[in-house]
């Protein structure tokens, strides 16, 4: 009998197997599933907007919006429906297909700021992008009210291993994390949660992280993998820069372990040259973020992204769209 290709019992030793393939047979084992599960010719645009910028009572040691670290990012109060519309036209008139609101929240409450996110929700879904929010820990009650008003995806990372969180954040826990992804599922909207390498983390923990999120009950729709952006004041801000051939290791696993998931190429990429970002969309990165922020650090912006479209002949993808059904490699 063949194996499934959709499965959720990987073990650790599998895993190990895969990402330390040779690199060569590592990219074609993903980019053979990539071909037969997504449409390769294209990588889904999306921008992510800060909504609610620094002053986090969190200390996630990677994170430039923790009120803690001295960073330089000063702390914001909610921004008002009528600006973060603005930026979402602008995003959809430049090809962007998701947009993804960012509160440093650790967690949301159930208050006047919310009830705005709502409204906010409603109005960027009214336009049709797909709308994502990242703010925290969640209520199941909370997830369905962001459903209700038409919420497509909830962004919560794991980030790292169950192991080697405790070395990263100590202001909430790794259950913490997988309760409001359960959450998330319970109240219907999609989930997106991947992680960041270049902590200081090892290849295991790369892996394990990979496997608590392939063995979810069901893939999360949307694995974004981060490379570190190492930012001045952060305990994080003299770490190496990620190495290449590290993150075309991690997405190759993801893509392998989770073929129908979104996997996306998320920070760091000012530090990947149009080569290097193509090494990892062969590998079945299919989504990027564009403009020139993520949330408060600098990333590629439209045009030079557009730039890399042509170059590579690549096709920005629609909203919503479900992937293929498994087709022959
Ligand atoms: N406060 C919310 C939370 O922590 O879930 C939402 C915003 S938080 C900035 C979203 C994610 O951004 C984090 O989980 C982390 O994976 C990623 N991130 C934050 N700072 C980063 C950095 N310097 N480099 C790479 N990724 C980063
Ligand atoms: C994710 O995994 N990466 C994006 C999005 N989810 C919210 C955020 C990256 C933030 C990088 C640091 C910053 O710009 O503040
Ligand atoms: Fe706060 Fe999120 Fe940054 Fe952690 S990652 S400090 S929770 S904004």
Not at 100 to 116: I, K, L, P, Q
Not at 144 to 161: M, P, W
Not at 251 to 274: H, K, Q
């Amino acid at each position: 009998m063949t194996e499934p290709l959709i499965r959720h019992d990987w073990t650790l030793e599998e895993i190990a197997e895969i990402y330390h393939s040779p690199v060569l047979d590592l990219v074609f084992r993903a980019a053979s599933l990539h071909r037969s599960f997504q449409d390769t010719a294209e990588v889904q645009v999306c921008t992510l907007l800060s909504i609610k910028t620094g002053g986090c009572p969190e200390d996630c040691a990677y994170c430039p919006q923790a009120a803690r670290y001295h960073t330089g990012v000063k702390a914001e109060a909610l921004l008002s429906k009528e600006t973060v519309l603005e930026h979402a036209r602008r995003a959809r008139d430049a090809g962007s297909t998701r947009f993804c609101m960012g509160a440093a929240w650790r967690e949301v409450r159930d208050n006047r700021d919310f009830d705005r996110v709502l409204e906010m929700v409603r109005e960027v879904n009214g336009l049709g992008l797909e709308v994502c929010c990242t703010m925290g820990m969640l209520t199941e009650h909370q997830a369905r009210r962001l459903q209700e008003a038409g919420l497509h995806a909830y962004n919560h990372n794991l980030d790292t291993s169950d192991t080697f969180y405790g070395e990263i954040i100590h202001t909430r826990t790794y259950e913490d994390r997988l309760r409001t992804l359960d959450h998330v599922r319970k109240a219907g909207v999609t989930v997106c949660c991947g992680g960041i390498i270049g902590l200081g983390e090892s290849p295991r923990d790369r892996m394990a992280m990979l496997q608590t999120l392939a063995n979810l009950s069901q893939h999360p729709e949307s694995v974004p993998v981060n490379a570190l952006v190492s930012v001045e004041g952060t305990p994080l801000e003299h770490r190496p820069r990620v190495d290449i051939w590290d993150m075309v290791r991690m997405i190759a696993c993801a893509r392998i372990l989770m073929p129908r998931t979104m996997v996306r190429l998320s920070a760091g990429r000012m530090d990947f040259s149009i080569a290097e970002q193509a090494l990892c969309f062969l590998a079945g990165a299919n989504s990027i973020f564009t403009g020139e922020k993520l949330l408060t650090t600098p990333n590629p912006g439209f045009e030079e992204d557009q730039e890399m479209f042509r170059i590579l002949g690549l096709k920005p993808r629609a909203a919503f769209k479900k992937e293929k059904e498994e087709t022959a490699a």
